[in-house]
């Protein structure tokens, strides 16, 4: 089984910054593509960012420029940096992993997922 472990979340200001981590245990997720997704309070779902196996990263408009995902593969962790959080960023986060390609359009298909982390930030 993969499991995987967000932390990382909190309450912020408007403007201030914060770095998620998802940790992966019980098989090597650096074979994995990961990626992140978060749910929004009206129960929008929205792919954030994702990672290949090798760095390459690919981001949604909405965080383009002001979040960077990271990995590093020796310790099974990939992160996402988000620096000018603005209170439309606020939602659960959450992480994910595939052998295959995860795009950011769907995720109804994507082999694990973790609990979740929540990020709020407040004007």
Same mark, same amino acid.
């Not at 967000?6 to 940790?23: F, H, M, R």
């Not at 994702?50 to 020796?74: E, H, K, L």
């Not at 939602?91 to 359009?105: K, S, T, W």
């Given at each position: ?9 909190? *309450?912020?200001? %408007? ?6 981590? $998802? ?6 997720? #650096?074979?994995?593509? !990961? %990626? ?6 009206? #129960? /929008? ?6 990672? =290949? ?5 690919? +981001? *949604? ?8 995902? *990271?990995?590093?593969? %020796? ?7 988000? #620096? =000018? ?5 606020? &939602? !659960? +986060?959450? $992480?994910? &992993? =595939?052998? #295959?390609?995860?795009?950011?359009? /769907? /995720? ?13 930030? *407040? /004007?």
């Amino acid at each position: 089984q993969v499991l995987l472990e967000e932390s990382g979340g909190g *309450s912020v200001q %408007a403007g201030e910054s914060l770095t998620l981590s $998802c940790k992966g245990s019980g098989y090597p997720t #650096n074979f994995f593509y !990961m %990626a992140w997704f978060r749910q929004a309070p009206d #129960n /929008s779902r929205e792919g954030v960012a994702v990672i =290949d196996v090798v760095g390459g990263a690919t +981001y *949604s408009d909405s965080v383009r420029g002001r979040f960077t995902v *990271s990995r590093n593969n %020796a310790a099974y962790t990939v992160y996402l940096q988000m #620096n =000018d959080l603005k209170p439309e960023d606020t &939602a !659960m +986060y959450y $992480c994910a &992993a =595939d052998r #295959n390609v995860i795009h950011l359009e /769907s /995720s109804d298909r994507i082999a694990h997922w973790g609990q979740g982390t929540q990020v709020t930030v *407040s /004007s």
